[in-house]
T-cell receptor, first 114, second 113 residues
Framework: AQSVTQPDIHITVSEGASLELRCNYS??????LFWYVQSPGQGLQLLLK??????LVQGIKGFEAEFKRSQSSFNLRKPSVHWSDAAEYFC????????????FGTGTRLLVSP | DAGVTQSPTHLIKTRGQQVTLRCSPK?????VSWYQQALGQGPQFIFQ???????QRGNFPDRFSGHQFPNYSSELNVNALLLGDSALYLC????????????FGSGTRLTVV
């Protein structure tokens, strides 16, 4: 079965500190991988995506993620967090062929302390 | 450039009623997908429409149905509403059916009382 696990429900980071959000997936084949961010009362915004090639991908707002096939992981990182990064972050996986359908994790809520 | 537009933004319905949610995709996008996001959960795939046909469906009962119009806009209909249908309903559009990433709307918050 396809699934995504985000083990951290909440994470609190001090402003200016580094951030890593964990994502592990279970998928039958090599999937496409995504990170989305959701601010309160808003839809989801795509931060970055991995399809193939270089396993370190860069996204918007200074975020990056690394695909590790051996660990079935796609962790999101940011070297210095800003207060505006406080939001809910979702990891998602989908097929690399055929119709698009994403399976999302349950999300990690990021709190940024001053 | 308008993104994905959903209406209404909020809705309160009574158990047993029917509801219709609407979505206009981003300009240039011809595929619309619908997701349900319950409180504290990640979005769950309901179905996808392309060329006015349902192409793929998630694990949702037949009470959930949809439609896509020639201008690519879409509707989500839910019949015989249950309390458990209370959620944020997200519309996502994309160019074509391939999995290259969506553009999401801000959603419709449905509350069933």
């Amino acid at each position: 079965a396809q699934s995504v696990t985000q083990p951290d429900i909440h994470i609190t980071v001090s402003e200016g500190a580094s951030l890593e959000l964990r994502c592990n997936y279970s998928y039958g084949a090599t999937p496409y991988l995504f990170w989305y961010v959701q601010s309160p009362g808003q839809g989801l915004q795509l931060l970055l995506k991995y399809f193939s090639g270089d396993t370190l991908v860069q996204g918007i707002k200074g975020f990056e993620a690394e695909f590790k096939r051996s660990q079935s992981s796609f962790n999101l990182r940011k070297p210095s967090v800003h207060w505006s990064d406080a939001a809910e972050y979702f990891c998602a996986v989908g097929p690399n062929t055929g119709f698009q359908k994403l399976v999302f994790g349950t999300g990690t809520r990021l709190l940024v302390s001053p | 450039d308008a993104g994905v537009t959903q209406s209404p933004t909020h809705l309160i319905k009574t158990r047993g009623q029917q509801v219709t949610l609407r979505c206009s995709p981003k300009s240039g996008h011809d595929t619309v997908s619908w997701y349900q996001q319950a409180l504290g959960q990640g979005p769950q795939f309901i179905f996808q429409y392309y060329e006015e046909e349902e192409r793929q469906r998630g694990n949702f009962p037949d009470r959930f149905s949809g439609h896509q119009f020639p201008n690519y806009s879409s509707e989500l209909n839910v019949n015989a509403l249950l309390l458990g249908d209370s959620a944020l309903y997200l519309c996502a559009s994309s160019p074509g059916t391939g999995n290259r990433g969506y553009t999401f709307g801000s959603g419709t918050r449905l509350t069933v009382v």
